[in-house]
């Protein structure tokens, strides 16, 4: 997610900036249910992405964030309907 994919799954970005994984693997295909995105652990053909790196930044958008732990899981939960 964000323009970069510097986020892994829609559970992280309704994290703040600074929660959000600073380190995953991209490059998997396995669809992550429950977090809603893409596998992010190591595997064949994976590779290690950075956010520190220049570019790479996941410091994106705020929406969400303030959101209670209760209304952003009943919000992935809507998501996971459409």
């Given at each position: 997610?964000l323009?970069?994919?510097?986020?892994?799954?829609?559970?992280?970005?309704?994290?703040?900036?600074?929660?959000?994984?600073?380190?995953?693997?991209?490059?998997?295909r396995?669809?992550?249910?429950?977090?809603?995105?893409?596998?992010?652990?190591?595997?064949?053909?994976?590779?290690?992405?950075?956010?520190?790196l220049?570019g790479?930044?996941n410091?994106?958008?705020l929406?969400?964030?303030?959101?209670?732990?209760?209304?952003?899981?009943?919000?992935?939960?809507?998501?996971?309907?459409?």
């Amino acid at each position: 997610y964000l323009h970069n994919g510097s986020v892994p799954t829609l559970k992280d970005m309704l994290k703040i900036p600074e929660l959000r994984p600073q380190t995953f693997y991209v490059g998997s295909r396995e669809f992550d249910p429950i977090d809603v995105g893409l596998y992010s652990g190591e595997g064949e053909n994976s590779s290690l992405f950075d956010t520190s790196l220049e570019g790479n930044s996941n410091e994106g958008h705020l929406y969400g964030t303030h959101l209670s732990e209760e209304d952003k899981k009943a919000l992935l939960e809507y998501l996971k309907t459409l």
